[in-house]
């Protein structure tokens, strides 16, 4: 698995440096609300520190997950998401529907910085994201979810790495949280559609599961 691991990054960071410098428009900003599994905008498992637009609505869909973002107020985001089939697995359960939210505290954009803190779940989180364009176009992202247990504030990292080359993004995160690597893998079918395909739960892959497809639709 790991050979399999080294030899995909390889091969995706050659391909990366022999076609970084064609794009012709910068089609980054149109990723900046897609849904992640977990709900929000975001990555895959973890929330970025982007939102959907002001006023605006974004809905994901990947197998039986949902989650939507209404863009308010301004540099703002909230919304719910939630597994469908837990939902109704014996009778229909409201507290199985989540609720987020998010709000950009920094936002530099002549230094491509950002700073956010958010409420997914239960527990807050805060994040931080650098975008690189003359570094392949690639964006650091780090942040700590922030939940309580055993009557303490525990404190979990986070971290995705991510490549956005055209109509593509290419992403690489851990979550400590969940103690789990994914691979994902955006395309722009238009500026509202995201086809997204994920490979989830690296350390462990069994079937066809690990595979995951979906749809991010915004207004």
């Known amino acids: 698995m790991k050979k399999i691991f080294v030899f995909f990054v390889f091969t995706l960071h050659l391909t990366l440096y022999t076609v970084h410098c064609s794009y012709a428009k910068d089609y980054y900003p149109y990723f900046f609300d897609a849904q992640s599994l977990t709900g929000g905008s975001g990555k895959i498992f973890n929330p970025s520190t982007k939102t959907a637009g002001y006023n605006c609505f974004a809905l994901g869909i990947h197998f039986f997950q949902l989650s939507i973002s209404h863009g308010f107020p301004y540099r703002g985001e909230w919304g719910l998401f939630f597994d469908l089939k837990e939902v109704t697995k014996e009778q229909f359960d409201l507290k199985k529907i989540y609720l987020h939210a998010k709000y950009q505290i920094a936002h530099r954009k002549e230094e491509y910085f950002d700073l956010a803190l958010g409420w997914k779940e239960e527990y807050f989180y805060l994040v931080s994201e650098k975008f690189f364009p003359q570094f392949y176009r690639g964006e650091l992202l780090i942040g700590l979810s922030l939940p309580k247990e055993d ?45 997204d395909l994920f490979l989830i739960d690296l350390q462990k892959i069994k079937d066809i599961n690990n595979f995951v497809f979906g749809l991010t639709l915004s207004s």
């Open 151 to 195: 009557d303490k504030i525990r404190a979990y990292p986070f971290f995705a790495f991510s490549q956005n080359i055209k109509s593509q993004m290419f992403i690489f995160e851990y979550n400590s949280k969940k103690d789990v690597y994914a691979l994902g893998w955006r395309f722009l079918l238009s500026p509202k559609i995201k086809l």
